[in-house]
């Protein structure tokens, strides 16, 4: 055991307080002289791993301290106990990033090499004719989600679209989860699936940031998106593992209703109905909005990501119908050359 974590359990044995003050998960470290650490290094690998990375966060390559790590020292400061506090999560300090004009980047959930310019030209009214039984259940079962949230929303558009974001962004997770599963079982790649459904996602998450700006969810919507984010996840998880197809012909047909969900809060807000008041700053800086944008701006290119996202999960199935149709096919002819 740890010479350290020996003496924190028998301290804590000692004086009879409790553990959780002993051990902990975030270790304040500070950075080690040199013959400090040599002297120290037979403590265990936890000491050596410590210094090594508190000397790559705290040196350049000249081996001078940088600002971060001046910066990050500073903000060390003693309790009256004696124990050292440290300001950042697990003492590592986020690097400042600056906007290109100079300024600080306040997000933590994304980055400036993250950021977009939404595509506003991409179609709109495509759609994707159900032919097959499975895809013409996929449409019903879409249809008939939609006609609820209609009756319990009907024209509050900003909650309406918190609670789509909130089931939007399921579906994305759960591929990319299943996909990356079957990846490791497999050993093989996954033709870059995995992270296109991760960043719908991230995509749809950050939709919902947006809205939740915009909109106070009340305490009954918030248990409501609870509620069906339970139910929601635990179906889709079991539809994606009987059928991946069928999977995502039903998100592409969600996205279509997201599609014309936006459409219509997008009407309203042009007849005045809604109130078009300035874009959050978090929408400016994701999509690279210029600095007067308006809720107009915000809804329109959300509204052209689910054009996007209803396009990807459209092709995902017809690939996946494509492979099987291919894999069946081979099947038929080694059969019919066998004998």
Known sequence: MNRVALKSVIGGLANGRNFNRYISTAVAVRPLESSEFLRRRSDGVLGAFQWRTRMMMSTGSTGETTPLAEKEQKKESSNDNGSVVVSSYWGIQRPKIKREDGTEWPWNCFKPWETYEADLSIDLSKH???????????????????????????????????????????????????????????????????KALLEEAENERMH????????????????????????????????????????????????????????????????????????????????????????????????????HHRDVNHFASVSLMNCLSMIFTGFTIFVTSSF
């Open 128 to 194: 994707h004719v159900p032919k097959t039984f499975l895809d013409k259940a996929a449409f019903r079962t879409v249809k008939s989600l939609r006609v609820l949230s209609d009756l319990y929303f009907q024209k509050r558009h900003g909650c309406h679209a918190m609670m789509l974001e909130t089931v939007a962004a399921v579906p994305g997770m759960v591929g990319g989860m299943m996909l990356h599963l079957k990846s490791l079982r497999k050993f093989e790649h996954s033709g870059g699936w995995i």
């Open 208 to 307: 919902l940031m947006t809205v939740v700006e915009l909109v106070k969810p009340a305490w009954h919507e918030r248990l409501l998106v609870l509620a069906v984010q339970g139910v929601f996840f635990n179906a889709f998880f079991v539809l994606y593992a009987l059928s991946p197809k069928v999977a995502h012909r039903v998100v592409g047909y969600l996205e279509e209703e997201a599609v014309h969900s936006y459409t219509e809060y997008l009407k309203d807000i042009e007849n005045g109905n809604i109130e078009n008041v300035k874009a959050p700053a978090i929408a400016i800086d994701y999509w690279r909005l210029p600095k007067d944008a308006t809720l107009h701006d915000v809804i329109a290119v959300i509204r052209a990501d689910e054009a």
